[in-house]
């Protein structure tokens, strides 16, 4: 991973630009397992982001242990989060970076692959699984109207 503070100056006008850049190969950033088949890397805090959570989620083909979560502190997540408080109240919107699986909301059932994007509210319980080919998922959460809060989140 590498981080880049550079300064780039225009001679016509005054127009001064300060480029902050952090690269990282998604495969160098830690990866937390917690299940056999789904693990996670917690890309906000490898490239220092500090405006909204990030995450890449790893789901083998067929991978169905994704655990059924909210965010919400009268729901699963009251729970779920007692020891990361920082994760409740957020709204997660969810893009394919490769293969395809569904999300499921409130019983419902929603495609996620490289042609849909979801985003889900903080009481929506939800859960992901994948389909044949696995899928690898960025996840941004943060919680609406709210500063976000970086301390122990993804």
Do not use: C, N
Request: hydrophobic share 35%; aromatic share 6%; glycine share 14%.
């Amino acid at each position: 991973m590498r981080r880049h503070r550079f300064d780039a100056r225009w001679r016509e006008g005054s127009l001064f630009v300060v480029a902050d850049l952090t690269h990282a190969k998604i495969d160098e950033i830690e990866e937390l397992q917690g299940f056999e088949r789904v693990s996670m890397r917690r890309a906000a805090a490898a490239l220092g982001v500090t405006a909204f959570g990030i995450s890449i989620e790893e789901l083998g083909p067929g991978a169905d242990e994704y655990p059924e979560h909210d965010h919400s502190d009268e729901g699963i997540g009251g729970r779920m989060f007692a020891k990361r408080p920082q994760q409740l109240g957020q709204e997660e919107v969810y893009v394919a970076l490769r293969g395809s699986g569904t999300v499921e909301a409130d019983g419902e059932r929603y495609p996620i692959d490289p042609e849909h994007i979801v985003r889900v509210g903080p009481s929506v319980v939800r859960r992901i699984t994948a389909g044949p080919d696995g899928l690898r998922l960025l996840a941004l959460g943060g919680t609406p109207g709210e500063p976000y809060d970086p301390g122990g989140t993804l």
